[in-house]
């Protein structure tokens, strides 16, 4: 009777060490982007987590940032920084304008004081 029993345990044993084992390979060859479902015997892709927050195993996926939200990021930063450059550039350009045309310079040869008609002496 007592080798029954052992018999029994010994069995339960090896029978949930292989179902582990069979699970942990089914597991296994899902791709990074999917989990295994074991409702469905199945691996589910990650994205299906985005529609159905709740499903279970969800917790298990990697949440990824979509990409598409990085050129978009990278525009304004672009624009911005071209914006900037801009600005100082024109800035510069109105400055250097302004002491050229403020900028007085002397005169090169005297100017020769005549007496015509119209000035008197």
Known sequence: ???????????LIIAAVANFHVVGA??????????WNADLDVCVAC???KQYPKT??????KHVEDSTDVWKLAAITSFSVLAVVLVGAA?????????RKSHKRPLREPIEETAGPLYQA
Do not use: W, Y
């Not at 009777?1 to 069995?11: F, Q």
């Not at 089914?26 to 989990?35: P, T």
């Not at 279970?56 to 996926?61: D, M």
């Not at 800035?91 to 002491?99: D, E, P, S, Y």
């Open 1 to 11: 009777m007592a080798s029954n029993a052992l018999c029994a345990i010994c069995g």
């Open 47 to 49: 994205a299906s987590c």
């Open 26 to 35: 089914q597991k296994s060859q899902c791709d990074s982007s999917e989990f």
């Open 91 to 99: 800035l510069i350009i109105g400055v250097m304008v302004h002491r």
């Open 56 to 61: 279970p195993s969800c917790n298990t996926c």
